[in-house]
């Protein structure tokens, strides 16, 4: 799909992917910097986590480790999904006793970020010399699906984005 991958680039050129509220994707009203920060080191320790564990062989699952409760490599990765399972859940939780549930449009947004962790995850292992790849003559290749996921994503955010702003010289 070309005609998807030039319309990224020149979104990228554009700069449409460098706008600071795309970057916190947060609404103006919505003060989260403290929050967001924190998000943020989570996800750079993520990244450092997925970048440097990503090729372990499965022959090294045995391999003993120094924490008492997970004592082997193999323990450890499958605590890295478990823990952030359990606190998500704690948080959704506090959520729940502190009286903060979800509007309709943010429960929507949330599920949205569900999808995204699914389309990291089935990144996970894949290199550049993947991009390319198509797994059958026909159908589209890494590049091409997330190439199109980033064109989409940009599409759906300036249809609202419209709306929102006829919206507001109406008022």
Known sequence: MPEVEA???AARRDGFYNDPRLLAGQAANMQ??????LLAEIRGVRNRTMA???DIPESD???PVDLPRWDEV????LRFGEHMREHANQLEKA???LQRSRTMPQHMLAEAERAWGQVLAATTGLEDDDLDMSPSPGSW???TVLAHMLESEQRYLDAVRRV???ASDRD
């Open 7 to 9: 319309g990224i680039l």
């Open 32 to 37: 989260r910097d403290e929050l967001n920060s």
């Open 52 to 54: 440097e564990l990503s």
């Open 61 to 63: 699952f045995a391999v």
């Open 74 to 77: 193999r323990r450890v990765l």
């Open 95 to 97: 959520r729940e006793d």
């Open 141 to 143: 290749s890494v590049r």
């Open 164 to 166: 929102r702003a006829d």
